[in-house]
């Protein structure tokens, strides 16, 4: 299985990015993709996962109403539309995969594969 994450970059506050998560490896119909983040300090956040094609989707408090996750199953793609995006976003963004299940709440110990981050850095 592998995963790599792209789209990152600097963007203004208010502003809007979109993450990729490349997947090779596995059907991504069957396997929860989660995304995660991580800023200097702090731990590690799990902000949104897709179940499963069949599955439910799950947000983070802090992300919900401004992510949208979203898969390509053709592509074998997972995006990551960020809108609104406030400075307390800054931070490097994984991608990771699991079991498909029928919900998931983007906790890492439920995803054994990993992509590399991508920064995302969000000033004026």
């Known amino acids: 299985v592998q995963l790599q994450a792209s789209g990152g970059g600097l963007v203004q506050p208010g502003g809007s990015l979109r993450l990729s998560c490349a997947t090779s490896?596995?059907?991504?119909?069957?396997?929860?993709i989660g995304w995660f983040r991580q800023a200097p300090g702090k731990e590690r956040e799990g902000i949104s996962c897709?179940?499963?094609?069949?599955?439910?989707?799950y947000y983070a408090d802090s992300v919900k109403g401004r992510f949208t996750i979203s898969r390509d199953n053709a592509k074998n793609m997972v995006y990551l539309q960020m809108n609104s995006l406030k400075p307390d976003d800054t931070a490097i963004y994984y991608c990771?995969?699991?079991?498909?299940?029928?919900?998931?709440?983007?906790?890492?110990?439920?995803?054994?594969?990993w992509g590399q981050g991508t920064q995302v850095t969000v000033s004026s």
């Open positions: 897709s179940a499963s094609s069949f599955g439910s989707t």
């Open positions: 490896g596995i059907t991504l119909d069957y396997y929860a």
């Open positions: 990771a995969a699991g079991i498909g299940k029928r919900q998931c709440r983007a906790e890492a110990a439920d995803f054994n594969s």
